[in-house]
């Protein structure tokens, strides 16, 4: 069993950067790929971004391309999400999942362990 612990989220201003942290116990963190989704109020959880195992590919949804990067650090046993050049809709509650079974899914469905969340939120 994977425990996963997001934190680093708060209020931002409207170009301003913000770096989440997911923090994993319980598991073999070095053989997961990892996943970032986040939630808007009204709207379905939409990927954010993944990485595979060994940190060495990495994807992102369209709309964030060239502003976040994921990373992962296999001895802290930590991935993270750099934001910048913030938006307001990139406001949400953003979580990390992790995955021993599939090769850097975007379905949510496919990601065996969740963390609780961490809000994002950005002025204008």
């Known amino acids: 069993q994977v425990q996963l612990v997001e934190s680093g989220g708060g209020l931002v201003q409207a170009g301003g950067s913000l770096r989440l942290s997911c923090a994993a116990s319980g598991g073999t963190f070095s053989s997961y790929d990892m996943g970032w989704f986040r939630q808007a109020p009204g709207k379905e959880r939409e990927f954010v971004a993944a990485?595979?195992?060994?940190?060495?590919?990495?994807s992102y949804t369209d709309s964030v391309k060239g502003r976040f990067t994921i990373s992962k650090d296999n001895e802290k046993n930590t991935v993270f999400l750099q934001m910048n050049s913030l938006k307001p809709e990139d406001t949400a509650v953003y979580s990390c999942?992790?995955?021993?079974?599939?090769?850097?899914?975007?379905?949510?469905?496919?990601?065996?362990?969740w963390g609780q969340g961490t809000q994002v939120t950005v002025s204008s």
């Open positions: 999942a992790a995955t021993g079974r599939y090769f850097m899914p975007v379905r949510a469905s496919l990601y065996d362990y």
């Open positions: 990485i595979n195992w060994s940190g060495t590919r990495t």
